[in-house]
């Protein structure tokens, strides 16, 4: 079956040297919710953009059910564009301070060329639909709280009625509480419209609580990519080793990367993590490890991923549950 969306060969350097986005390979199929995790600069808000094409790629493929999405011009990439929607990281400054709510989100409709009966019935919907009050409509941004300019933000984005989300950071700057009632409005939200999800975060906690297949980035390339469930229990990569075990309330060896992330300008030469790596050999700074099949649908770009899984200390996978959505004020998947 053809996926929803499927990107492949994605590279993006910029002008100033900075290599964003160096060859990543994802897909997303109907319905589902892929999360995107890694460090600051690792490459993932890059990533959305250069799929939505806010940002032109160098290289690549961005395919939307099959079509070439950047040999898209006029009316066709318009609308590509109502099917993609995206959701960023600071609502509140991509809303237009003049406009209410009821404005940003009509914008957004009128772009799409919807007539205006059906703008106000759907603008009905989704105030509805997000936990937002008809009273709500008449406010701007200033005048509403930092969860529900959230969700302002996430009824512009499902406006058209889009078959993908990409959402980034969409809860970073939000207190935990308020976290977990926008989480579960996005899991509510997904399900009942079956609209597929990108949901880009650098918090493992809250991308565990939401998606169903993880894409681990590190320095513009993935490096692993696995189910949810399956990374948190049998993460292969180091990289991916590193960052859950330094959730907090995690008992069992923390693992501790030394020295900062290489500069973009000067990507290491075969492996990206290598300079990082304590398992490193010299074969991995000589060859790019391929992103490849490990068995139950985890891809991982290591060549001694087998080796250095058996000697890394183990993770302890009841205190890693317990470090899962109660502690971290999340609650579990909605039934």
Not at 4 to 17: I, S
Not at 38 to 49: L, Q, V
Not at 55 to 70: C, I, Q, S
Not at 113 to 139: F, K, T
Request: hydrophobic letters at 40%; one cysteine or more.
């Amino acid at each position: 079956m053809t996926p929803l969306l499927e990107v492949t060969g994605l590279h993006k350097t910029y002008d100033n040297g900075v290599r964003a986005v160096n060859g990543i390979d994802l897909h997303v199929d109907r319905g589902e919710t892929l999360g995107v995790v890694g460090e600051s600069g690792s490459g993932k808000s890059t990533a959305a953009r250069l799929i939505l094409r806010l940002t032109e790629p160098d290289a690549g493929a961005v395919r939307l059910e099959g079509e070439d999405v950047l040999a898209m011009r006029g009316r066709r990439l318009r609308e590509a564009r109502g099917r993609m929607q995206f959701v960023p990281q600071d609502p509140a400054s991509a809303l237009n301070p003049r406009m209410t709510v009821r404005q940003s989100i009509e914008f957004n409709l009128r772009a799409h060329r919807w007539p205006a009966p059906a703008r106000r019935e759907r603008i009905a919907e989704l105030l509805d639909a997000v936990g937002l009050g008809a009273e709500m409509s008449g406010r701007r941004p200033h005048e509403l709280s930092g969860g529900q300019v959230q969700r302002v933000a996430l009824a512009r984005a499902l406006a058209t009625r889009p078959d993908l989300v990409i959402c980034d950071e969409p809860v970073s700057g939000l207190d935990r509480s308020v976290q977990a009632q926008v989480l579960n409005l996005l899991v509510r939200l997904q399900r009942e419209l079956g609209v597929a999800m990108i949901f880009i975060s650098h918090d493992l906690t809250v991308v565990e609580h939401i998606a169903d297949r993880v894409a681990v980035m590190y320095l513009g390339t993935v490096v692993e990519e696995a189910s949810a469930e399956r990374l948190w229990h049998n993460a292969m990569h180091p990289y991916s080793r590193a960052l859950l075990s330094a959730i907090p309330g995690t008992s069992g060896a923390r693992i501790i990367l030394e020295g900062d992330p290489p500069s973009p300008r000067a990507v290491p030469s075969g492996c990206v993590f290598s300079s990082r790596c304590a398992y490193a050999i010299d074969e991995c700074r000589r060859a790019v490890p391929p992103l490849e099949d490990r068995g139950a649908h985890q891809r991982v770009a290591c060549i001694r991923a087998p080796i250095a899984w058996a000697e890394l200390s183990p993770l302890d996978p009841a205190s890693l549950n317990a470090s899962r959505g109660a502690s971290n004020g999340l609650t579990a998947h909605p039934a």
